[in-house]
């Protein structure tokens, strides 16, 4: 069974101190990289290849680093422990009622803004909604990631795959969100099931609404309310994700300086997060060049009707676990053709909404692990991978028959 504790002090006091031992995770990270540098080295992947991934995941490694940041000097400064005591008001001492509301605010975050923001930003809210509540933290942080990945399909902007579908069969918006929307509800569905089965009902009924949160520092607070609001605001607007979590991160780190100086620790950047994605592309970059396209193809088939839409789905959803959903994703791309519009949305359903089974299944996937770790909470990747195995499937079967209902 999984387990899961929270500090004491996890709702408010900021990071849990840096460990001293290496985790799964931290283990997995370093042989990704090891994989990806010997493929260099043996020049299975060219030194141009090399820099030219190195050059499409320099914005994403800056994200990573500077959102997380901004999401740990918030946590310090209690934004999220307030944003908490609210939420656990609003439900009024009832399970249901608290299971409902994370639910609610976890897909319209998706939905709206993206899973990664999901993932970096909601993920301390609900952290910090356990604790005050003191309920079980695990139903909340679970809720969290797979409503990050099972509630991005409705807009372009809930999910980076999503962007690169619409602009592959000229959706605008409008579109997009009318071929979505149906698959969408029915996999919010199956994920809402799954949740409440598998970690919600054996929450007690009734819990003890939390006091209200007397902050430390207002200025800090303030500060990092603003740079959190700004960062949304950017992430609406459009704007490269990169810039605005810099920006906002930098923001946050002045204020820092000037009237909390301790906090700043070099341990705040995610070293760990980011040797792990540089040998996650690097990797994939070397299965690429060994036939990871070959394979797709043959999996996915160039069937349009329905057999290939499912085909296409469960392509999408196995590859995703095994490697990362965004190169499941294009691998699958590149081997549809064109005026496949269905089969591309079945592939898409499939890499957005399955991957709830390894911890790199995707980016959000590995931005939640790394939260909850710096919250001081232990998730059981055992239980993690099989009861993700059973919700990623129920998902996929529901999006993927919504959307051949709506052909």
Do not use: K
Not at 298 to 314: E, L, N, S
Not at 366 to 389: D, E, H, K, P, S
Request: aromatic share 6%; with cysteine.
């Amino acid at each position: 069974m999984a387990q899961a504790t929270v500090p004491a002090d996890a709702a408010g006091a900021g990071p849990a101190r840096a460990r001293t031992r290496f985790s799964g995770l931290d283990l997995l990270a370093f042989a990704l990289l090891g994989t990806g540098l010997l493929a260099v080295a043996t020049r299975l992947v060219p030194p141009a290849g090399a820099l030219a991934t190195g050059r499409r995941i320099l914005p994403i490694l800056i994200f990573l680093g500077t959102v997380i940041v901004l999401a740990e000097l918030a946590a310090r400064a209690q934004l999220f422990d307030v944003i908490a005591t609210r939420l656990t008001g609003w439900a009024r001492g009832r399970n249901v009622a608290l299971f409902a509301l994370c639910f609610a605010f976890a897909a319209a975050t998706t939905a709206l803004l993206n899973l990664d923001t999901t993932a970096v930003l909601l993920t301390p809210v609900m952290l910090a909604t356990a604790a005050r509540a003191g309920v079980p933290p695990l139903p909340l942080a679970m809720t969290t990631i797979w409503l990050a990945n099972g509630a991005s399909l409705l807009l372009p902007v809930s999910n980076l795959t999503n962007l690169l579908a619409a602009d592959r069969i000229g959706l605008s918006v409008d579109g997009f969100a009318g071929a979505m929307v149906l698959p969408q509800a029915a996999v919010l569905v199956a994920v809402g099931l799954c949740l409440w089965i598998f970690y919600w009902r054996g929450n007690p009924a009734r819990f003890a609404p939390p006091a209200p949160v007397r902050p430390r520092d207002r200025r800090l607070l303030l500060v990092a309310a603003a740079a959190c609001v700004v960062f949304l605001a950017g992430v609406l607007w459009g704007e490269r994700l990169d810039l605005v979590s810099a920006v906002c991160a930098l923001l946050l780190v002045v204020a820092y300086a000037r009237w909390d100086r301790a906090a700043l620790r070099w341990n705040l950047l995610p070293w760990r997060l980011l040797v792990l994605v540089t040998g996650l592309f690097l990797t994939v970059e070397a299965l690429g060049r060994l036939g990871l396209a070959d394979l797709m193809g043959a999996m996915i088939g160039a069937d349009p009707g329905a057999v290939g839409v499912v085909r296409a789905a469960a392509s999408g959803g196995l590859l995703a676990n095994v490697v990362n959903n965004l190169p499941a994703y294009v691998a699958g791309e590149a081997v549809i053709a064109a005026g496949h519009r269905d089969q591309l949305l079945g592939l898409l359903i499939g890499a957005n909404v399955a991957p709830l089974v390894t911890a790199w299944a995707s980016l959000a996937t590995l931005l939640w692990a790394q939260r909850c770790q710096a919250a001081g909470v232990r998730v059981g990747w055992g239980r993690f991978a099989l009861t993700g195995a059973v919700t990623g499937a129920a998902a996929l079967t529901a999006g993927t028959a919504a959307l051949l209902l709506t052909r």
